[in-house]
């Protein structure tokens, strides 16, 4: 059974740092490119980071240059650090994995940026 858990979240003030985590279980991980996305209140979710097998990386606009995204293939771990944060990066944060027409979710960690 495949699974996405992800962890990290919690409430930040602005300009502080965080760093999700998403577990996964069930798949070869080191097969799989990994996503992080994010849907704030009101808004359509999009897509925040990416990271291929080899570890080659791509960030939407909004947070190129303040979030890293890497992975850990010996503890099938993908990671999200996040620095800088504003109070637009509040949402809640998913990371997925996808092969085909097969596409798995985590359950989502909410991180809200506010003082």
């Known amino acids: 059974q495949e699974h996405l858990v992800e962890s990290g979240g919690g409430l930040v003030q602005p300009g502080g740092s965080l760093r999700l985590s998403c577990a996964a279980s069930g798949i070869t991980f080191s097969a799989y490119a990994m996503y992080w996305y994010r849907q704030g209140p009101g808004k359509q979710r999009e897509l925040v980071a990416s990271v291929s097998t080899l570890g080659s990386t791509n960030y939407a606009d909004s947070v190129k240059d303040r979030f890293t995204i890497s992975r850990d293939h010996a503890k099938n771990t993908v990671y999200l650090q996040m620095n800088s944060l504003k109070p637009e990066d509040t949402a809640v944060y998913s990371c997925?994995?996808?092969?085909?027409?097969?596409?798995?979710w985590g359950q989502g960690t909410q991180v809200t940026v506010a003082s």
């Open positions: 997925n994995t996808r092969s085909g027409i097969l596409s798995y």
